[in-house]
């Protein structure tokens, strides 16, 4: 048996479900938020949604780095590859993500832009160095996961001596957007959230005890989780427990990964390079205070924001695009318009259908086609 499979047993989640149903109380609501987008592919994938009663609903949250990325910084970046004639190295998933005056990434590179899909970081040093002649600066996106890989891209760059990479960083940090969503829950354009299912691949990085706040300020209990269906279904059964007690407490499912203080070292390297912005725009959330990363003054000198002197103009989002909404967790993907006829991953209007997290994405892949027979939502 292969060890993913022990998360994946039908039997195992068939018995979480009938534990749920037993336990959560049909005359009341239970509102958990999955901030991941890798969790929020696991509900749909797995039709975990529909194992659950009535009374429990899961939301899906702003945990698509792509997703979250407002149109002007990929103006910026689009700006940076035909204007500036850089050589622009990103990840796939911000290659086809709308951006102004019909263009993407994509369209940029069809007008002559030299825009390069990368697999890490180290393929763009690796890009500078067998380009000495030519600019490259990588589009740095991500969550706390993928910012210590950038900042030993940078570090490695200065070692290097190299004067022709620099970084346009847009890395975003998750405990900050999670507090502003709750600082407008139930009101102010905020969805109701009555726990949270904690990211995984984060809290590997950064620990789990950057969210003891929420539960012992805010009140909402958070349950750390793994990707897997099983790891889901155990949270959303820790988390209803929690909330009949009318407890709120920090809980690690993912205990084979997650430690309260997570991966130090790569924590040193981070702040070694990075420190946080006073504020920074989220796609659908607006400013958010000291939710993102740039290069400190040290590294100034691999700062694309310095070098070239971009200055981001807020750009608004298509008109009919119900983003913004479903990532604040006021919407589903079906609830727009848009979903699934003129916007499709093939032809997408917002970074939602985009994205390997976004969560139209997920819900068009494995939802939507149980929606057209009338079995609702995933």
Known sequence: MRYVDEFRDGATARG???????????????????????????????GLADLLPGSVHLIHGPGCPVCVLPIGRLDDAITLALEHRVILATYADCLRVPASRGLSLTKARALGADVRAVYSSADAVTLARANPGREVVFFAIGFETTTPPTAVAVLEARRLGLTNFSVFCNHVLTPPAMAHLLASDGGGGGARIDGFIGPAHVSVVIGSAPYEPFARVNGKPVVIAGFEPLDVMQAVLMLVRQLNAGRAALENQFTRAVTPSGNVKAQALVAQVFEPRETFEWRGLGAVPRSALRLREAFRAFDAEARFAISTTPVADHKACECGAILRGLKRPQDCKLFATVCTPENPKGSCMVSSEGACAAHYTYGRFRDALGAGAP
Do not use: N, W
């Not at 979480?16 to 749909?44: K, N, Q, V, W």
């Open 16 to 46: 979480l479900s009938s534990a749920i149903a037993r336990e959560a109380d049909p005359a009341r609501r239970y509102h958990l938020m999955e901030f991941c987008g890798g969790h929020t592919h696991a509900i749909s994938r797995y």
